[in-house]
């Protein structure tokens, strides 16, 4: 059986995505770090709704721990495959550049870059042997545009972008895409402390996006019609850059 993988599926973008794929049919098994209310209410709502879920504890930004979470899932699941990854998890430690801590750069970098090549690389080998396979990377406008305050956020952002077209021209052969999508302000925890009614006047359609609308983007290329739409970054921003 094909399942979904959605990292930083507790809360957020990444429960909206879970949802979405579940609602496609597809079991879908949440990652999350610590939040385990969070997670174990996106399953909930997951199963009330008829679709399958499991939980998936680990920390993206630690290679052994991602390595042996993910091992131990294959192992109890041999004859499934993650068809879909969608490498969501993310941090914002936000703070100018001359006043950054190393814990600031390295843990933003950790979880975003280092987490996607973790799970991606344990991931690809059953996609491969399958010739299938959906990978989806929620980069950011702030690694397309860049922002300030960011410069540890829009790196590792950006990064992504280079790696899914990397990967995405290495893995094309064996029917596998690779996009990236590139959300502007979404209402979320991780945005919560912004102010909003400020920085809504800064986007064209005049309000931030909801979670519901970046997952629609991610399920419509997690499906069968986008099997041709690979290295690509899509925005989902109203219009507030591209
Ligand atoms: P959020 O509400 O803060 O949720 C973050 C999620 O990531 C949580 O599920 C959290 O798990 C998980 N997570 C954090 N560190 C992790 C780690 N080391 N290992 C595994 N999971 C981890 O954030 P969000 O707004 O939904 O953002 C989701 C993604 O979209 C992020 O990559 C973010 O950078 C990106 N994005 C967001 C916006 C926006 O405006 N919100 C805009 C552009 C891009 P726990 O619940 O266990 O803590």
Not at 98 to 125: A, C, P
Request: aromatic letters at 6%.
């Amino acid at each position: 059986m094909k399942y979904a993988l959605v990292t930083g599926g507790s809360r957020g973008i990444g429960r909206a995505i879970a949802i979405r794929l579940a609602q496609t049919g597809l079991p879908v098994v949440i990652n999350y770090v610590s939040n385990e209310a969070a997670a174990a209410e996106t399953k909930n709502e997951i199963e009330q709704a008829g679709g399958q879920a499991e939980l998936l504890k680990f920390d993206v930004s630690k290679p052994e721990e991602t390595e042996r979470a993910l091992g131990e899932w294959e192992d109890s699941h041999p004859d499934d495959y993650i068809g879909v990854l969608v490498n969501n998890a993310g941090i914002r430690r936000d703070n100018l550049m001359i006043f950054m801590q190393n814990s600031e750069w390295h843990s933003v970098v950790d979880t975003t870059l280092n987490g996607f090549f973790y799970t991606t690389r344990r991931l690809l080998k059953r996609m491969m042997t399958r010739r299938d396979g959906r990978i989806i990377n929620i980069s950011s406008l702030s690694g397309l545009k860049g922002l300030p305050g960011q410069a540890n956020y829009s790196t590792a952002k950006a990064a992504l972008i280079g790696a899914t077209k990397a990967l995405a021209q290495e893995v094309a052969p064996r029917r596998i895409t690779v996009n990236a999508v590139a959300p502007g302000f979404i209402e979320s925890d991780m945005t919560k402390d912004l102010n909003q009614d400020e920085l809504k006047k800064l986007v064209p359609a005049g309000r931030f996006g909801k979670a519901d609308e970046v997952a629609a983007l991610v399920a419509f290329l997690a499906g069968g019609d986008a099997a041709y739409i690979t290295a690509q970054t899509i925005g989902i921003n109203g219009g507030l850059y591209s």
